[in-house]
Nanobody, 124 residues
Framework: QVQLVESGGGLVQAGGSLRLSCATSRRTFSSYAMGWFRQAPGKEREFVAAISSDGANTNQADSVKGRFTISRDNAKRTVYLQMDSLKPEDTAVYYC?????????????????WGQGTQVTVSS
């Protein structure tokens, strides 16, 4: 079991920035691909971004390209989502995800492990 703990959510005005963090105590963190998903009220959960275990490859949803950046620090066992130029439509609960298979998370957008989520609210 991989326990993931998100932080960094909050309320921000449109055009502002937030950085989400997702940490784990699992020592094998560096062997997992990591990702972020989000779910807005009344909508299905959707893929946001993902990063390979070594950080060399990333993938992002078209809706966030150029605004959001995913990164990771394997020494700190933490993955980040830097969100800039936020829009009201980015309002959602953001979930951290992990999977041992890079292709499965980055391209199939599936994951075996999930965090509890952190709320991001963007006001207009």
């Amino acid at each position: 079991q991989v326990q993931l703990v998100e932080s960094g959510g909050g309320l921000v005005q449109a055009g502002g920035s937030l950085r989400l963090s997702c940490a784990t105590s699992r020592r094998t963190f560096s062997s997992y691909a990591m990702g972020w998903f989000r779910q807005a009220p009344g909508k299905e959960r959707e893929f946001v971004a993902a990063i390979s275990s070594d950080g060399a490859n990333t993938n992002q949803a078209d809706s966030v390209k150029g605004r959001f950046t995913i990164s990771r620090d394997n020494a700190k066992r933490t993955v980040y989502l830097q969100m800039d130029s936020l829009k009201p439509e980015d309002t959602a609960v953001y979930y951290c995800a992990a999977d041992r298979q890079t292709r499965r998370l980055l391209f199939q957008r599936l994951a075996d492990y999930w965090g509890q989520g952190t709320q991001v609210t963007v006001s207009s």
